[in-house]
């Protein structure tokens, strides 16, 4: 079977596990090729750090993407996560210059949590963040960032009615799936909501709630649905697979003696049983596939 290639468009928080560190190697541990293209280099991600370093490479992303123009490889699948401010245009441009015509486009509109906006974002950054949701196959904000896209008044807890209103909205943008995981409907439970625009169907998943804020758990979603996919299983097995990933991460990380959460989710320890359930799920698959034999 050919090899899956993935670029994967979002920042290298050099410390504190998020974005490409841990986007490579969730897609690369599902057997993925992860192409990057590096946004930004911080020294640590901008949640609960004072004084980090920030240089912006937008001005090596179109000279990044003229070479690789000229070495004619499309991408199975594009994803873009943390942009710096300014880059949504060019990263629109980027999707449409490498998307083949079987290219998955997943979209983590990541510049908000718990009601407000990372530093440093304003709502026009959402209103382009909303832009570029319209080229997306599947989106998958957090509730926060749905809100903040859709122009839409944050409150907090929201019920199941809310959340598939937003969702609806987001699909209606343009792309067919839009999930939003950390949903607390059930009391004691954590699960993420999915929506397929074509069926107009929900499907929910959710497992045992941990108590906590875990820095980075949204990014380990987003590679996980995405290795998911791009290993043949349907856009739900995938969702069950990415929220047994963050899961089984947080529970790894709190099996550590001294676990500084700002630094992120010890995902590392998940990833045998992450691979584990990508061979079981393949060998339980039905033909259902939405994006299966691509
Ligand atoms: O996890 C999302 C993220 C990615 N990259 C940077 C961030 C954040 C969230 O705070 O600051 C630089």
Same mark, same amino acid.
């Given at each position: 079977?050919?090899? =899956?290639?993935?670029?994967? !468009?979002?920042?290298?928080?050099?410390?504190?596990?998020?974005?490409?560190?841990?986007?490579? /190697?969730? !897609?690369? @541990?599902?057997?993925?090729?992860? @192409?990057?293209? /590096?946004?930004?280099?911080?020294?640590?991600?901008?949640?609960?750090? =004072?004084?980090?370093?920030?240089?912006?490479?937008?001005?090596? &992303?179109? /000279?990044?993407?003229?070479?690789?123009?000229?070495?004619?490889?499309?991408?199975?699948?594009?994803?873009?996560?943390?942009?710096?401010?300014?880059?949504?245009?060019?990263?629109?441009?980027?999707?449409?210059?490498?998307?083949?015509?079987?290219?998955?486009?997943?979209?983590?509109?990541?510049? @908000?949590?718990?009601?407000?906006?990372?530093?440093?974002?304003?709502?026009?950054?959402?209103?382009? &963040?909303?832009?570029?949701? =319209?080229?997306?196959?599947?989106?998958?904000?957090?509730? #926060?960032?749905?809100?903040?896209?859709?122009?839409?008044?944050?409150?907090?807890?929201?019920?199941?009615?809310?959340?598939?209103?937003?969702?609806?909205?987001?699909?209606?943008?343009?792309?067919?799936? @839009?999930?939003?995981?950390?949903?607390?409907?059930?009391?004691?439970?954590?699960?993420?909501?999915?929506?397929?625009?074509?069926?107009?169907?929900?499907?929910?998943?959710?497992?045992?709630?941990?108590?906590?804020?875990?820095?980075?758990?949204?990014?380990?979603?987003?590679?996980?649905?995405?290795?998911?996919?791009?290993?043949?299983?349907?856009?739900?097995?995938?969702?069950?697979?990415?929220?047994?990933?963050?899961?089984?991460? !947080?529970?790894? #990380?709190?099996?550590?003696?001294?676990?500084?959460?700002?630094?992120?989710?010890?995902?590392?320890?998940?990833?045998?049983?992450?691979?584990?359930? !990508?061979?079981? &799920?393949?060998?339980?698959?039905?033909?259902?596939?939405?994006?299966?034999?691509?």
């Amino acid at each position: 079977m050919r090899q =899956k290639r993935v670029l994967s !468009i979002q920042d290298i928080s050099c410390t504190g596990r998020c974005s490409l560190t841990v986007a490579l /190697p969730i !897609i690369s @541990a599902a057997g993925h090729e992860c @192409a990057i293209m /590096p946004t930004a280099v911080l020294s640590t991600h901008t949640g609960g750090f =004072k004084g980090y370093t920030f240089r912006d490479l937008t001005a090596d &992303m179109a /000279p990044i993407s003229d070479h690789w123009a000229q070495l004619g490889r499309p991408f199975d699948a594009i994803q873009t996560g943390y942009l710096a401010k300014d880059q949504v245009p060019l990263t629109a441009g980027i999707i449409q210059r490498f998307k083949g015509a079987n290219t998955i486009v997943l979209v983590d509109p990541a510049m @908000a949590d718990g009601g407000k906006m990372y530093p440093g974002f304003d709502t026009s950054f959402a209103r382009q &963040m909303a832009d570029l949701v =319209k080229l997306a196959d599947i989106t998958v904000p957090n509730y #926060t960032e749905a809100c903040f896209l859709l122009g839409e008044e944050y409150v907090p807890n929201p019920g199941r009615t809310r959340v598939e209103d937003l969702l609806r909205k987001l699909a209606a943008l343009g792309p067919r799936h @839009a999930l939003i995981s950390g949903l607390h409907f059930v009391p004691g439970q954590v699960g993420v909501l999915s929506y397929d625009r074509e069926t107009d169907t929900f499907d929910w998943f959710a497992t045992e709630d941990i108590q906590g804020y875990f820095h980075g758990s949204g990014d380990i979603f987003a590679a996980g649905l995405l290795s998911g996919i791009e290993s043949g299983l349907s856009l739900g097995l995938s969702a069950r697979l990415a929220h047994d990933l963050v899961h089984t991460s !947080i529970l790894k #990380t709190l099996e550590d003696e001294e676990p500084d959460v700002r630094f992120g989710l010890h995902f590392e320890r998940a990833l045998p049983d992450f691979i584990k359930e !990508i061979e079981q &799920m393949k060998a339980g698959e039905q033909t259902d596939s939405t994006y299966a034999g691509r």
